[in-house]
């Protein structure tokens, strides 16, 4: 088996013909790399220098090996810079996965704000259900996700982030918009579009009419985020979404907002990665960069404020 260490010893030889400079580049004696050279000479089973006077030349066979050894050490020194710029954030992947929502109303701005600092490294956005996200973790094809805790999953370490005010959303028309208030016994009686299993907000809406010991009427269930709110738009049923994803269409009084009796409904959105698993340098930086925006607050924010925040931020560094 080639040994590398004499393989350098020549090749640093080979390169100054000199042994002795050699030997100050590599931090040994000269006789040991004359000792070196012997050996990898003798290991080749050929003669890859020759001596005239003090001088030494390279034999056509040492020149030939003198070739394929700069190619070697040339691909080690880009090598060691590959290490280097993936310790420092200058190259590097980021695999994160979010749900739909997310993805979309908050994603962008979060990448951009990490783009800002780290402009090196790529990302590859995955999106699907809460579920998804954490199947996909455990299956090493993310780093980090950005969701709510659909499922239980010993391997899953999740880090609270954000608190999502759910909306129940009607029709301008419905019959129920103009209530003060509705009950989950009420909601029984409406046509649901439901999302999809395996969803964060799902589970949360099953478990509280479960509690409200009654079971809602799913007429559909879609990931679709988009579908659902042109669906309640025409009167086709209600649903419950994230209160920041259809905060235009409230605005613009395309949809209404009802209150649902007793309290408001509050979705935990988490930070996610693997136990017992090292992130990378990438999925480090970000995981920081998401617990410094997350509220110091016992309530931590929705995805309306932390965006406030972030521009805030990119205000304050422009200035």
Sequence with gaps: MLNFNQLRVF????????????????????????????????????????????RV?????????????????????????AIDEMRELKRGVLRLGTTKTYARYFMPLMITSFHKNFPSIKIQLNEGSSADMIYSLADFKIDVAIIAKAIDHAGVNFFPFSREEMA??????????????????????????????????????????????????????????????????????????????????????????????????????????????????PARAFVDTLTRLRSEDIDPMGIGAMMTKILAQRRKASE
Excluded at 19 to 34: D, G, M, R, S, Y
Excluded at 61 to 81: D, H, T, V
Excluded at 178 to 194: N, R, T, Y
């Design 11 to 54: 090749y640093k030889a080979a390169k100054n013909l000199n042994f002795t400079a050699a030997a100050n580049e590599l931090f040994i004696t000269q006789p040991a790399v004359t000792f070196q050279v012997k050996s990898f000479e003798e290991y080749c089973e050929l003669k890859l220098f020759k001596k005239k006077g003090r």
């Design 57 to 81: 030349y390279l034999t056509d066979e040492g020149k030939s090996l003198f070739e394929y050894a700069a190619r070697i050490f040339q691909y080690e020194k880009e090598i060691e810079n």
């Design 168 to 281: 129940l959303i009607v029709a301008p028309d419905h019959p129920l918009a103009g209530k003060k208030e509705v009950s989950f016994k009420d909601l029984a009686k409406e046509p649901f579009i439901m999302k999809e299993n395996g969803s964060g907000t799902r589970k949360l809406v099953e478990e509280l009419f479960a509690r409200a010991k009654c079971e809602p009427n799913i007429l559909m269930e879609t990931s679709n985020t988009e579908f659902i709110k042109q669906l309640v738009n025409r009167g086709e049923g209600v649903s419950f979404l994230v209160k920041e994803a259809v905060a235009a269409e409230l605005k613009n009084k395309d949809l209404i907002a009802v209150p649902l009796k007793g309290h408001k409904i509050l979705l935990d959105v988490s930070i996610a990665y693997l136990k017992g698993q090292v992130l990378s340098p």
